[in-house]
């Protein structure tokens, strides 16, 4: 449609804020999704909830509440509309169900699934079950809610030390990142049984990789997401989940810094902290980037496509995640 010259636009006020990550050619192309989006989101009485690995367009301009796995679940809750479009993978979608169970949830990309949560099933949990008897089952959220509701409690990289003490037990059964669960073994005294999913995303870092990285960039402070190989995190400088290592640059400011986690959480992160130089090496997650303004939007106007979990899967898995957001 023709614009009038003097006509004003929502994303027009927004650009500024990305600037820096997105080159103006490449704007226009996105504005219109933008200002589509915002004129939905009020038609549908809708929010729309981002992981920190989507893209800044999605994070900064048309999100309503962005963080970490936790942060969205614990927001989730709280959410006041008819409507949650789940921009991140479909995991997320269903915790987000789970919490919302009389709420539209809506995945923009059916495709948007994830290496860990696709690690392990259902009657895998049974099996391990089996095999420990008595030995507490803890699931990282990156599971689907049939294996979480196997489980007896969930946890998040930004929470499982707390959540795996918390049971004051000397033995858990960890779910299903291989390398979380010897990272977290490796700071506490509970005994952790691993099972061997990775992240396709956070194993290819390698530690030579760091040290390539410290030489090339000299001074530069390391992060390291503890779903990186433990290698990894015995070079960097700091591990922790996207959101401590969001407040670890919020506190430190380090003026040069590099994230080993999905590249799009530097982009977000640089956008707030435009004095500071962030290296950038590249490892994206294709589950992640399934997800568009073009197909957010599509999501709204069609009302597609509908997050569901069975009612008995529902009611289990509820619980496993509720446990884990009491734990404080
Ligand atoms: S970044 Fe890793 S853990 Fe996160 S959705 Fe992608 S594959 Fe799954």
New binding site residues.
């Given amino acids: 449609m023709m614009r009038s010259t003097l006509e004003i636009r929502h994303s027009d006020s927004l650009y500024p804020k990305v600037r820096n990550v997105i080159p103006a050619v490449e704007w226009p192309a996105f504005a219109d999704d933008i200002d589509a989006i915002t004129a939905l989101k009020k038609r549908r009485n809708a929010v729309i909830l981002a992981h920190n690995?989507q893209t800044p367009e999605i994070f900064h301009c048309v999100a309503d509440i962005v963080g970490d796995s936790l942060a969205l679940a614990r927001e989730a809750m709280d959410v006041k509309a008819d409507v949650i479009v789940l921009a991140?993978?479909h995991?997320m979608a269903e915790t987000a169900k789970l919490l919302n169970p009389a709420k539209t949830v809506l995945i923009p990309d059916r495709g948007a699934?994830?290496?860990?949560?696709d690690s392990i099933t259902p009657e895998d949990v049974r099996l391990l079950r089996q095999r420990h008897p008595g030995v507490p089952i803890v699931t990282y959220v990156?599971t689907s809610a049939a294996v979480k509701a196997e489980s007896d409690i969930c946890c998040t990289s930004g929470n499982a030390k707390a959540i795996i003490e918390s049971l004051g037990v000397e033995c858990v059964i960890m779910l299903p990142?291989e390398y979380l669960a010897r990272n977290i073994a490796a700071q506490t005294n509970v005994k952790v049984i691993t099972w061997t999913g990775h992240?396709?995303?956070?194993e290819r870092f390698g530690a030579q990789e760091v040290r390539q990285l410290r030489e090339n960039h000299p001074g530069v402070v390391v992060l390291a997401h503890p779903?990186c190989p433990p290698e990894v995190l015995a070079e960097a400088d700091f591990a922790g989940s996207t959101a401590a290592m969001s407040s670890y640059i919020a506190d430190q400011r380090p003026p040069r810094v590099v994230l080993l986690?999905?590249c799009s959480m530097s982009d977000n992160v640089a956008i707030q902290h435009p004095d500071l130089e962030f290296i950038r090496p590249c490892n994206l997650?294709?589950?992640?980037k399934r997800i568009t303004l073009a197909n957010i939007r599509h999501a709204l106007e069609t009302m597609q496509h509908e997050v569901t979990i069975d009612q008995d899967v529902a009611v289990t898995a509820r619980l496993a995640v509720e446990r884990m957001l009491a734990v404080k």
Avoid: R
Avoid at 113 to 117: E, K, V
Avoid at 199 to 202: R, S, T
């Fill in positions: 690995y991140g993978v995991f699934g994830c290496s860990l949560a990156n990142d992240c396709e995303v956070h779903e986690t999905e997650c294709p589950h992640m």
